[in-house]
């Protein structure tokens, strides 16, 4: 999820038509640019080289967001529709890389194993595999500019990011749905950041990106990982 | 936002060639080397609509369409909350909206 603000001017986008590194590009309407949705930067066209700012987004079920936003709104869609996704047999298939099958060999993680990217100005990307995020319930990234924490909710499956305050920095735990300062009264929400102690500011949402290994890593070869322990 | 190739794209593969490959069905697509990296155009601008200030629902009256544990893209800006169903937006890709006066676009 991007801003789409440049300049003053609202930029609107669509699918181009076209896929570059496995990966959606997309067509703005303003300009005719062509723009990658994974590094949110015009790869052609007269907004070549301009990058839109990331906004933050969080991963949670119907049911997570009416119990946290009861006055929200919801996306209208025509119908209850099927449960689940179009590609879920491209989810589960380990070995079906890209539209065209990648025959890439990947090392340091499964290829279709779903990560969680976070981008950095000042530091290497990160990935976060699902396994290790679901090993753990919460990673905190205490060497990063800002300090992050990734929360899953293992019940929902629900994934977010959050900026932390220096008070949440360090010895920051998971106590069920709730992230809390050990040594102290401070907690939230662990899926939403929403302050559940007194007088305590709500979690900035961090930006984050959900990928396959193989995806991500084509673009940020350079990235660190967080994966699972035996 | 997600990138395990295009969602959108498996779609209309679906739509266009059910149970078939790409190449038997298909002209070759079109490459265009960008940085290195060949940049396959498949389909035509518009051929996945996107959705453009959308129609939204109160909680309440999502009840009736969504699922309880139907997966969202939620984004929460001020007192503002929206949330978008990641499986309808496999058939979209793209979303160009506002949260609390600011304009984003949001992908799948």
Not at chain 1, 80 to 90: A, H, N, V
């Amino acid at each position: 999820m991007y801003a789409a603000t440049i300049d003053d001017t609202r930029y609107t986008f669509q699918a181009s038509g076209s896929l570059w590194q496995d990966a959606l590009v997309m067509l703005d309407d303003q300009t005719g640019s062509l723009w990658s949705q994974v590094i949110g930067e015009a790869i052609a066209g007269p907004m070549e080289g301009t990058t839109l700012q990331l906004f933050p987004s969080q991963h949670m079920t119907f049911g997570e967001f009416a119990r946290a936003y009861p006055q929200g709104r919801v996306l209208t869609k025509p119908n209850r529709g099927p449960e689940g996704s179009t590609y879920d047999r491209y989810f589960a298939s380990p070995d079906r890389l890209g539209i065209f099958g990648r025959q890439d060999t990947f090392d340091r993680l499964p290829a279709k194993e779903t990560i969680y990217g976070l981008r950095f100005d000042n530091n290497r990307p990160v990935a976060i595999s699902e396994g290790a995020l679901r090993q753990r319930g919460l990673i905190v990234l205490a060497d990063t500019e800002p300090p992050v924490a990734v929360t899953l909710d293992t019940a929902q499956g629900g994934v977010a990011a959050f900026e932390l305050p220096p008070v949440a920095t360090q010895e920051l735990v998971r106590v069920g749905d709730t992230l809390r300062v050990s040594d102290g009264n401070v907690a939230w929400h662990a899926v939403t950041g929403i302050a559940v102690s007194a007088d305590t500011k709500r979690l900035s949402p961090r930006p984050i990106l959900t990928a396959f290994w193989f995806a991500w890593v084509s673009f940020f070869s350079d990235t660190r990982l967080i994966a699972e322990t035996p | 936002m997600r990138t395990c190739v295009t969602s959108g794209f498996l779609l209309a593969f679906t739509i266009l060639c059910p149970g078939s490959d790409l190449s038997a069905q298909h002209d070759k697509p079109q490459e265009t080397m960008i940085r290195g990296h060949v940049m396959y155009t498949l389909l035509k601008p518009g051929d996945i609509p996107a959705l453009t200030d959308p129609d939204y629902l109160s909680v309440s009256e999502a009840d009736e369409l969504y699922y309880p544990g139907e997966p969202l893209l939620a984004v929460v800006d001020g007192d503002s909350a929206k949330a978008y169903s990641t499986w309808h937006l496999d058939h979209h890709e793209v979303v160009n909206d506002y949260i609390n006066g600011k304009a984003i676009t949001v992908t799948w």
